[in-house]
């Protein structure tokens, strides 16, 4: 496989509170959801290659806004706030969940959704839930397993496994598996080798 080239350019563009407020759909873009806490924010620092673009946090529930990122001025990169947040009021969980699917559903330059999903536990509900409703909407979708610095090969492989099984009892096959570690730079290469597949077939290729 041909080493992904990397990315030369990162800069945040803005937080949207609404789906009103998005930037204009001029350009391909590729969004990064999962539970609170699972890493989406270091995973997305992880590929641009800065500490610090994206806001990390140790406490879940950091990031509150869909946020864009334009990458090499040519597609931008979605990060959004992690789903089933307990601490957040219940009233502002079912707003965002609003929100949430109302950004899946009708923003017609969203390329893909990455999934991250914690690496070190079992298949967990609230991931396959999500996962299945995107796949009965017809939303392409990738699995991003994360922060696998954390534990050995064997429960890894283990984990993902399960995953698989789980998912093939409603799916015909898997989407694309990816694995990763933000802190080890684990999985870049083969994300951003994706990303520029998609954007070649999108026309929006180098
Ligand atoms: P919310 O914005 O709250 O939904 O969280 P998030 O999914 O954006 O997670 P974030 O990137 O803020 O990371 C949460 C915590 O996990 C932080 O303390 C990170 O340092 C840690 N973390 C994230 N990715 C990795 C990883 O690959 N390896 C390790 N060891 N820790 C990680
Ligand atoms: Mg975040």
Known sequence: MKKAAGIRSATFVKSSAKVEQLPSPELPEFAF????????SSLINMLV???????????PGKTQTINHYLIDKNWYLVDLPGYGYAKVAR???????????????TRENLMNVFVLVDSRIPPQESDLTFIN????????LS???TKCDKIGKVVLEDNIGKFREAMLQFWEET?????TSAE???????????????LKNSDHGD
């Open 33 to 40: 959801i999962g539970r609170s806490n699972v890493g989406k």
């Open 49 to 59: 290659g800065q500490k610090e673009l994206a806001h990390t946090s140790s406490n």
């Open 91 to 105: 009233s502002m969980r079912t707003e965002w969940q609003k929100t949430l699917e109302k950004y899946i559903l």
């Open 133 to 140: 409703r995107l796949g009965e909407r017809g939303i392409p």
């Open 143 to 145: 699995v991003v397993f």
């Open 175 to 179: 989407p694309p598996f990816f694995i």
């Open 184 to 198: 080890k730079g684990t999985g870049k290469d083969e994300l951003l080798t994706y990303v520029a597949g998609a």
